[in-house]
């Protein structure tokens, strides 16, 4: 296996696919390849690169395009009617009277990575990942459970799967494990991306896949390996046997935020050595006292801390400000409110909008006093057809017209939304637009980056006191923060220097 190590911005998953595409160009028969990512969006980057350039169909030509656990789905021929759904969960939650929340989904032939809500369902899984006793994880677990009420979860969860003959995702994996005779297909290149992340567990799928493919290449940057906490093994990817190559030109860390990163990351002490060029530019590093000094107004924020609760302040501190955001992964307006007042203006500018739209309208009406009954739902109308202000008047119960604006007509629109819309009008800002600023948990932040980036350097009491211990982990999480940024650093003085990471 030939490890790629790809520090901050050195174009690790694009050299891989210039390797797909070479490949490729020397008739090396798609079907043959895999390319194997963690996320659907990656998975799908290269089998729509690979199709487009090369003229191939991406469910037939690429079909081992995917992620490790899609690989195993379909390899192991585990139906997906047998893979356990939130039904199943809810059910078992009756069975045992406690609740096991569960946001799993299968979307194709793509399955994600098992994503529960439930502390304890989530403990079972990471000990299983892990490939060690569920007591010796729940020791090393902070979980407020007690022993006894685990292992009897633990106990019901297999007899339930067992009965049923149902399979969640690490069962998955652990079949094609256990069948990989048969199961594994013989390939002539496979890529894998990201291999810092991989749990013990799929390390043992990534050493049969090397088992059965010519040539394999693991790609991916132990000194960014920030999943510890979710089954990564990174100590296997940096001692792994076999030759490798470390890119040496970052195209997005600038001179002077290189400087700093190289501070954190040299205070790692396990790690792979490694060294990288930043790119020509010298950038700029700022230390500032709040957030609240820095203009934002203009280009591109990634603002990180390490836990969420830091970012609440300015959660509060954007909105009143009239800026619009994502948090969380969402927009901070949503897309229905945005379409809701973005359609009435256009109606009242004597403009058609379509059958979605209205009923996105509709849902911030009251029947009775905006709308007459029975029409709030648009029951019988064309998806087709496009709608404008006279016609929902005279055919649809639209009871009021172009004299109210949008806060107005809109009654039922939660008050802090009209508020917060105000706030953004006046200030310009397009809230239908794409969100230049974006609040982010450093883990969460992982593979993106931004022009300016701001940095809380406050620690929860959990990572403060392993802080305590000379945590790598936490070194890799800051030294992940900081090479997010393109262009300019900015470092947030924390609030307790004691509970604080030195930057």
């Not at 490729?24 to 350039?53: C, M, N, Q, Y």
């Not at 569920?134 to 292992?151: A, G, H, M, P």
């Not at 906490?229 to 076999?242: C, P, Q």
Request: hydrophobic share 35%.
């Amino acid at each position: 296996m030939f490890r790629i190590f790809g520090p901050p911005g050195t174009g690790k998953t694009t050299t891989l696919l210039n390797m797909l595409d070479k490949a490729l160009e020397s008739g090396v028969p798609p079907t043959s390849i895999a390319f194997l990512a963690f996320t659907k969006k990656a998975a799908t980057e290269a089998k729509e690169r690979a199709s487009a350039r090369f003229h191939l169909d991406p469910e037939k030509d690429l079909f081992y395009f995917r992620t490790l656990h899609s690989l195993a789905l379909n390899a192991s021929g585990i139906r997906s009617e047998q893979v356990m759904s939130k039904e199943h969960y809810k059910e078992l939650s009756d069975i045992i009277s406690i609740p096991l929340v569960s946001k799993t989904s299968l979307n194709d032939d793509i399955v994600d990575k098992q994503a529960t809500d439930h502390p304890i369902l989530s403990l079972i899984n990471l000990a299983r990942l892990c490939k060690t006793s569920l007591r010796k994880q729940y020791n090393k677990s902070s979980i407020e459970f007690d022993w006894n009420t685990v292992n009897y979860v633990d106990k019901c969860y297999k007899q339930y799967k067992k009965h049923y003959e149902l399979y969640d995702f690490t069962d998955m994996l652990q079949c094609f494990i256990d069948e990989s005779d048969i199961a594994c297909p013989k390939f002539d290149l496979v890529f894998l991306d990201e291999a810092q992340d991989l749990s013990p567990l799929q390390w043992d799928i990534a050493h049969i896949l090397d088992r059965n493919a010519k040539k394999m290449y693991a790609a991916g940057d132990d000194d960014q390996a920030i999943y510890r906490w979710a089954g990564a093994d990174v100590e296997h990817f940096i001692t792994l046997d076999g030759s490798s190559e470390t890119l040496s030109q970052s195209y997005r860390v600038p001179r002077r935020i290189h400087r700093i990163a190289e501070t954190i990351v040299s205070r790692i002490s396990n790690r792979y050595p490694k060294k990288y060029n930043p790119k020509k530019e010298e950038g700029s590093v700022q230390y500032i006292s709040r957030v609240e000094d820095l203009d934002v107004s203009e280009g591109q924020w990634l603002i990180l801390a390490q836990a969420g609760y830091i970012l609440i302040p300015v959660v509060t501190m954007l909105r009143s400000s009239g800026y619009l955001f994502t948090y969380k992964g969402h927009r901070s307006i949503s897309a229905k409110i945005s379409s809701a007042v973005n359609g009435w203006e256009q109606m009242r500018k004597g403009k058609s909008i379509t059958l979605e739209t209205v009923k996105d309208i509709y849902s911030f009406m009251s029947t009775g006093n905006r709308i007459k009954r029975g029409f709030k739902t648009m029951s019988g109308a064309d998806d087709n057809n496009l709608f404008n202000m006279v016609e929902l008047q005279k055919e649809w119960g639209l009871m009021v017209g172009e004299e109210l604006i949008w806060r107005d007509a809109l009654d039922r629109l939660p008050e802090e939304s009209r508020a917060y819309i105000t706030a953004m009008l006046r200030r310009g800002e397009k809230f239908n637009a794409e969100p230049r600023i974006t609040l982010s948990t450093i883990h969460g932040s992982k593979g993106g980056e931004s022009e300016n980036v701001v940095v809380f350097t406050d620690l929860s009491t959990s990572a403060d006191n392993a802080m305590s211990g000379g945590n790598d982990d936490l070194h890799r999480v800051f030294y992940v923060a900081v090479t997010r940024a393109k262009d300019s650093l900015f470092i947030v003085e924390p609030e307790d220097s004691n509970r604080s990471y030195a930057i």
